[in-house]
């Protein structure tokens, strides 16, 4: 579909490589200070390639970050050193490590100056907790990207190829969801746009119409609670 070829999603609001790799541990659940490198460095690469796929324009610094990944991988394939080069020398993923640290401790203290002007402003906001009811969970581009990349997994490849639409435009599919939004009181649950969709194509292109409302800031995406379904929600 040339739409979904020509039209291109800037990351410059979201987030970058470190958050990407935050992301990648926070899901795995494992010790930042023991980075299964193998294992996270092959999850980031494919995180990258779905990117590539969803045309979102990816940054230099992802590519960087991905050498990156892939050096310190190399390195820590070879033969292991005897215990008196082991004290010598220094895990290679040590100054990464120092990196992501650094990182978490700049956003927290970004977080917290902002907090009460971020409230106003940022579509992937934590909404204060209002008549008892729990506070909704944060929410970043690549949870959506993940979730993203199950509903692919799920989709029949047969049909994927073998049906052809007519032409539709970001703009068009930007309405559509709007339509679904005022049709279902306002929210829907984020899988169920893709329910029924019938091409590779105009999924693809369904995530970068609602990438594009939430930089419009026309809606919101949010988990009631950790595993939960994302939400989407006009604003």
Avoid: C, W
Wanted: hydrophobic fraction near 45%.
């Amino acid at each position: 579909m040339d739409e979904t070829t020509a039209y291109r999603v800037k990351l410059d609001a979201f987030e970058g490589p470190l958050d990407l790799l935050l992301f990648l541990i926070r899901r795995n659940q494992v010790d930042i200070y023991d980075i299964p490198i193998a294992e996270i460095t092959q999850q980031y690469l494919d995180m990258l390639d779905l990117m590539k796929t969803l045309n979102l324009d990816i940054a230099g610094e992802f590519l960087v970050m991905a050498a990156t990944l892939t050096h310190i991988k190399s390195k820590m394939l070879l033969p292991s050193p005897s215990e008196s080069e082991e004290e010598e020398g220094e895990d290679p993923r040590k100054e990464l490590v120092d990196r992501l640290l650094e990182y978490e401790r700049f956003k927290e203290a970004a977080r917290s100056l902002e907090d009460r002007d971020i409230l106003e402003r940022d579509v992937f906001v934590r909404p204060l907790v209002q008549n008892g009811e729990e506070e909704e969970l944060e929410l970043s581009l690549f949870d959506l990207i993940d979730a993203m990349q199950a509903i692919l997994r799920k989709s029949s490849e047969e049909l994927l190829h073998e049906i052809t639409l007519e032409r539709i435009s970001i703009e068009e599919k930007i309405t559509d969801i709007l339509d679904t939004l005022g049709a279902s009181g306002g929210e829907v649950d984020f899988t169920s746009l893709f329910q029924g969709v019938p091409t590779k194509e105009l999924i693809i292109l369904t995530f970068l119409a609602v990438l594009e409302l939430i930089k419009m800031r026309m809606v919101k995406v949010y988990q009631r609670r950790a595993f939960q379904p994302i939400r989407l929600r006009r604003v």
